[in-house]
Protein backbone atom coordinates (compact mmCIF):
# COMPACT_ATOMS: atom_id res chain seq x y z
CA UNK A 1 0.00 0.00 0.00
CA UNK A 2 1.30 3.43 -0.67
CA UNK A 3 2.00 5.75 1.96
CA UNK A 4 -0.56 8.99 2.66
CA UNK A 5 2.02 12.12 3.58
CA UNK A 6 0.61 13.83 6.32
CA UNK A 7 -0.05 17.76 5.71
CA UNK A 8 2.68 18.48 7.63
CA UNK A 9 4.71 16.35 5.76
CA UNK A 10 3.06 17.78 1.85
CA UNK A 11 3.71 21.49 3.81
CA UNK A 12 7.42 20.86 3.53
CA UNK A 13 9.05 23.55 1.32
CA UNK A 14 5.79 25.71 1.21
CA UNK A 15 2.63 26.65 2.91
CA UNK A 16 0.63 25.43 5.45
CA UNK A 17 -3.20 26.31 5.49
CA UNK A 18 -4.81 25.74 9.05
CA UNK A 19 -8.38 26.91 9.01
CA UNK A 20 -9.89 26.90 12.36
CA UNK A 21 -7.44 27.07 14.14
CA UNK A 22 -9.17 27.45 17.57
CA UNK A 23 -10.24 24.45 17.53
CA UNK A 24 -7.52 22.09 17.70
CA UNK A 25 -7.40 19.93 20.67
CA UNK A 26 -4.42 20.44 23.33
CA UNK A 27 -2.70 17.76 22.48
CA UNK A 28 -2.71 18.47 18.87
CA UNK A 29 -1.74 22.20 19.51
CA UNK A 30 1.39 20.41 21.38
CA UNK A 31 2.00 18.73 18.47
CA UNK A 32 2.44 21.74 16.09
CA UNK A 33 3.44 23.39 18.48
CA UNK A 34 7.03 21.19 18.10
CA UNK A 35 7.16 21.34 14.82
CA UNK A 36 6.72 25.18 14.48
CA UNK A 37 9.85 24.94 17.14
CA UNK A 38 12.20 22.62 15.19
CA UNK A 39 10.27 21.33 12.81
CA UNK A 40 10.05 17.65 13.70
CA UNK A 41 7.42 15.79 13.77
CA UNK A 42 6.68 11.95 14.50
CA UNK A 43 4.30 10.54 11.89
CA UNK A 44 1.35 8.14 13.09
CA UNK A 45 2.86 4.34 13.27
CA UNK A 46 6.51 5.95 12.87
CA UNK A 47 9.26 5.50 15.74
CA UNK A 48 11.16 8.20 13.99
CA UNK A 49 11.12 11.90 13.42
CA UNK A 50 11.11 13.59 10.50
CA UNK A 51 11.24 17.07 9.58
CA UNK A 52 9.11 19.66 7.79
CA UNK A 53 9.78 23.38 7.18
CA UNK A 54 6.77 25.36 6.04
CA UNK A 55 5.09 29.15 6.08
CA UNK A 56 2.13 29.05 8.34
CA UNK A 57 -1.13 30.60 7.54
CA UNK A 58 -3.58 29.76 10.29
CA UNK A 59 -7.85 31.36 10.02
CA UNK A 60 -9.71 31.64 13.72
CA UNK A 61 -13.52 33.16 14.25
CA UNK A 62 -11.92 33.55 17.75
CA UNK A 63 -9.89 35.85 19.59
CA UNK A 64 -6.82 33.46 19.98
CA UNK A 65 -5.60 35.88 23.36
CA UNK A 66 -9.36 35.16 24.77
CA UNK A 67 -9.31 31.50 24.11
CA UNK A 68 -5.29 31.43 25.18
CA UNK A 69 -6.32 33.38 28.88
CA UNK A 70 -9.06 30.66 28.96
CA UNK A 71 -6.82 27.77 29.02
CA UNK A 72 -8.26 26.85 25.27
CA UNK A 73 -5.29 27.85 23.55
CA UNK A 74 -1.89 26.94 24.03
CA UNK A 75 0.27 30.71 25.40
CA UNK A 76 2.98 29.19 23.67
CA UNK A 77 1.16 28.12 20.46
CA UNK A 78 -0.41 31.52 19.88
CA UNK A 79 3.12 33.42 20.51
CA UNK A 80 4.25 31.33 18.09
CA UNK A 81 1.54 32.34 15.61
CA UNK A 82 2.08 35.92 16.58
CA UNK A 83 3.12 37.90 13.22
CA UNK A 84 0.88 39.80 10.76
CA UNK A 85 -2.72 39.41 11.28
CA UNK A 86 -5.58 40.41 8.90
CA UNK A 87 -9.05 40.91 11.36
CA UNK A 88 -11.76 40.56 8.50
CA UNK A 89 -14.80 42.04 9.98
CA UNK A 90 -18.04 39.83 9.53
CA UNK A 91 -20.21 40.43 6.79
CA UNK A 92 -22.64 41.89 9.02
CA UNK A 93 -20.95 44.48 10.37
CA UNK A 94 -20.10 45.02 5.97
CA UNK A 95 -23.02 45.33 3.91
CA UNK A 96 -21.78 47.80 1.67
CA UNK A 97 -20.22 45.24 0.37
CA UNK A 98 -23.23 43.17 -0.44
CA UNK A 99 -24.12 44.32 -3.71
CA UNK A 100 -20.53 43.47 -4.94
CA UNK A 101 -20.42 39.79 -3.33
CA UNK A 102 -23.32 38.98 -4.90
CA UNK A 103 -21.92 40.62 -8.46
CA UNK A 104 -19.02 38.24 -7.85
CA UNK A 105 -21.31 35.00 -7.54
CA UNK A 106 -23.00 35.36 -10.04
CA UNK A 107 -19.87 36.16 -11.91
CA UNK A 108 -18.19 33.15 -10.77
CA UNK A 109 -21.08 31.04 -11.89
CA UNK A 110 -20.67 32.19 -15.07
CA UNK A 111 -24.07 34.52 -15.27
CA UNK A 112 -24.84 37.84 -16.19
CA UNK A 113 -26.80 39.62 -13.38
CA UNK A 114 -28.93 42.65 -13.96
CA UNK A 115 -28.69 45.58 -11.76
CA UNK A 116 -32.01 45.24 -10.63
CA UNK A 117 -31.24 41.51 -9.60
CA UNK A 118 -28.45 42.65 -8.03
CA UNK A 119 -30.26 45.62 -6.02
CA UNK A 120 -33.14 43.48 -4.94
CA UNK A 121 -31.08 40.58 -3.85
CA UNK A 122 -28.69 43.26 -1.55
CA UNK A 123 -32.02 44.70 0.16
CA UNK A 124 -33.39 41.04 1.06
CA UNK A 125 -30.45 39.79 2.13
CA UNK A 126 -28.60 42.96 4.04
CA UNK A 127 -31.64 41.79 6.09
CA UNK A 128 -29.67 39.20 7.68
CA UNK A 129 -26.89 38.63 10.56
CA UNK A 130 -24.92 35.90 8.49
CA UNK A 131 -23.27 33.97 11.00
CA UNK A 132 -21.39 31.95 8.45
CA UNK A 133 -20.09 35.17 6.57
CA UNK A 134 -19.58 35.11 2.94
CA UNK A 135 -19.51 31.63 2.85
CA UNK A 136 -22.78 30.90 4.39
CA UNK A 137 -24.40 33.64 1.67
CA UNK A 138 -22.72 32.30 -1.24
CA UNK A 139 -24.24 28.71 -0.38
CA UNK A 140 -27.55 30.27 0.13
CA UNK A 141 -27.12 31.95 -3.32
CA UNK A 142 -25.93 28.79 -4.75
CA UNK A 143 -29.76 26.89 -3.65
CA UNK A 144 -31.46 29.89 -4.93
CA UNK A 145 -29.65 29.43 -8.22
CA UNK A 146 -30.51 25.43 -8.18
CA UNK A 147 -34.04 26.52 -7.36
CA UNK A 148 -34.34 28.68 -9.95
CA UNK A 149 -32.99 25.81 -12.40
CA UNK A 150 -29.89 28.27 -12.76
CA UNK A 151 -32.86 30.77 -14.71
CA UNK A 152 -31.81 34.51 -13.78
CA UNK A 153 -35.39 35.41 -14.49
CA UNK A 154 -36.91 33.16 -12.60
CA UNK A 155 -35.36 34.22 -9.27
CA UNK A 156 -37.75 35.08 -6.34
CA UNK A 157 -35.82 36.92 -3.58
CA UNK A 158 -38.35 35.21 -0.89
CA UNK A 159 -37.41 32.02 -2.42
CA UNK A 160 -33.66 32.47 -0.65
CA UNK A 161 -33.23 29.75 1.86
CA UNK A 162 -33.44 30.89 5.22
CA UNK A 163 -31.31 28.80 8.11
CA UNK A 164 -31.11 28.93 11.28
CA UNK A 165 -27.67 30.69 11.28
CA UNK A 166 -28.67 33.97 9.41
CA UNK A 167 -30.33 35.34 12.30
CA UNK A 168 -28.73 36.72 15.55
CA UNK A 169 -28.06 33.99 17.58
CA UNK A 170 -30.25 35.53 20.54
CA UNK A 171 -32.72 36.66 17.81
CA UNK A 172 -33.63 34.01 16.23
CA UNK A 173 -37.42 34.06 15.06
CA UNK A 174 -39.65 31.27 16.66
CA UNK A 175 -40.48 28.95 13.59
CA UNK A 176 -39.73 31.61 10.85
CA UNK A 177 -36.92 29.72 9.26
CA UNK A 178 -37.63 27.11 6.35
CA UNK A 179 -34.21 25.24 6.73
CA UNK A 180 -32.45 23.77 9.72
Not at 70 to 90: C, S, T, W, Y
Not at 99 to 111: A, C, G, H, M, V
Request: proline share 3%.
Amino acid sequence: SQDAAGFIAMANGGILFLDEVHTLDLSTQQRLLRVLNDGSYQRVGCDRYQTSQFQLVCASTKDLDDSSGQGDFLIDLRMRLMGFEVKLPALRDRLDEMPDLIRYFFKSENLDAKETLIQELNAYCSSFYWQGNIRQLFRSLKVLLALCKGNLAQIDCSKLPIYKSMYRPDAMPANEFRQE
